[in-house]
């Protein structure tokens, strides 16, 4: 989903992802076309590791639909890829909102257990989460005590991690979501790739890239 759709009222469907040539889309990704290489590289977090960073945005339908297909991917990533989430806001709410769920959950342990009970809440059941009294109250309906969740929520590495994602999706020249990151050096997203799915298998051949010392 592209930044400029974040300012209307959201939909499934409201970005229809750029249409490839069969011929592209099954030989190997091309610079420029099917992924970006930054001009200066962006930093990453995982000393020793090859890293993947998805950026994502839980009100997001494209993220939505995304979330089952990366995360069985993710979960077969080799020993020398190092993979995180990275929520990012391309305005204050309910971006800081959502982030401030995810970094929340990080710090307790939780989000292997909540990330997609959120995004569900959201797109099946239409809740907004954008308040912390309502937030909190969908955390202690799924078994998380109310007031950790808002100490976590409010807590000042909360904050420091929201601004930490600003800088990192700056860094990437993050223009829509959901998208990848990979080692610093590259992106992709759903629109470059193709398909959400291209998107993965790019990501693929640029961990390879990586690993050769491209």
């Given amino acids: ?74 979960k077969k990533l ?6 995180r989430r990275v929520p990012v806001a391309f305005r204050d709410e309910p971006f800081v909102a959502h982030q401030r769920i995810f970094f929340a959950l990080e710090s307790l342990g939780k989000v292997d257990a909540m990330h997609r009970k959120v995004f569900y809440a959201i797109h099946s059941e239409h809740a907004r989460l954008d308040k912390p009294d309502e937030i ?7 078994g998380i005590d109310k007031a950790k969740f808002l100490e976590a929520y409010n807590s000042f590495s ?22 990848l990151g990979v080692n610093g050096k590259y992106f992709t997203s ?10 993965l298998q790019v990501a693929d051949a640029l961990i390879q890239k990586s690993r050769s010392g491209g």
């Fill in 1 to 74: 989903m592209n930044r400029r759709d974040f300012s209307t009222q959201l939909a499934a469907g409201a970005l229809g992802l750029t249409a490839v040539s069969a011929a592209q889309a099954q030989g190997a990704p091309v610079e420029g076309t099917h992924y970006v290489k930054l001009g200066q590289a962006a930093p990453t977090s995982a000393p020793g590791k090859i890293e993947v960073v998805e950026f994502f945005w839980y009100g997001c339908p494209h993220c939505n639909a995304f979330e089952p297909a990366l995360d069985a991917w993710q």
């Fill in 78 to 83: 080799p020993a020398d890829v190092a993979f």
């Fill in 136 to 142: 909190a109250a969908f955390m202690e309906k799924n």
């Fill in 158 to 179: 909360t904050q420091t991690k929201t601004k930490q994602a600003a800088k990192l999706a700056e860094a990437y020249k993050l223009d829509g979501v959901p998208a």
């Fill in 190 to 199: 759903g629109s470059l790739a193709g398909t959400n799915e291209r998107m």
